[in-house]
């Protein structure tokens, strides 16, 4: 049964895990060898995270910047993708945000841009960081 709850300190190693192996599966174009462990710490510190539990065992996240609304993590362990847990994850995020959310996609994560789009996420602007080409998408009602 599937679950969203508020990040646990026990299940901070398998969010640590589901972050780098997503990241090396997903970011293809990039230089996968210089992502760590490590990273999901620096890169969600001060963010409201919420965990996806599938029988109690982790399958996914969302991390948000509440001061902006902002997603800035969702990632949902591929052994697992496909089963309505990121929408699940979503919906959990817009229940202790409001609107209008935003986030960032790179260009090149066809991916998610397309579950982004199937959501309800608008297509703002786009921008260039060091990983390429991002779109900036915002969300302003319940997700599809």
């Known amino acids: 049964m ?3 709850i508020e990040s646990r300190n026990i299940d901070l190693q398998s969010l640590r895990e589901i972050f780098l192996e997503e990241r090396k599966r997903t970011f293809t174009w990039t230089d996968i060898f210089e992502f760590e462990l490590e ?3 620096k890169q969600t510190q001060g ?3 919420l965990t996806a539990l599938l029988d109690d065992i982790p399958v996914g996240f969302i991390s948000i910047w509440m001061p902006n609304n902002f997603i800035h993590h969702l990632y949902v362990d591929h052994n697992y993708q ?3 847990i990121g929408t699940e994850l979503l919906k959990a995020a817009i229940s202790k945000t409001n609107f ?3 986030l960032k996609c790179l260009e090149n994560n066809t ?3 397309d579950f982004y789009i199937k959501k309800g996420f608008t297509a703002k602007q786009k921008g260039y960081s060091n990983n390429g080409t991002y ?3 915002e969300l302003t009602q319940e997700v599809k």
């Open 2 to 4: 599937l679950s969203i």
């Open 39 to 41: 990273d999901f710490d």
């Open 47 to 49: 963010e409201y995270i």
């Open 82 to 84: 496909g089963k309505n």
């Open 100 to 102: 209008p959310l935003t």
């Open 111 to 113: 991916k998610a841009i």
């Open 135 to 137: 779109i900036l998408f």
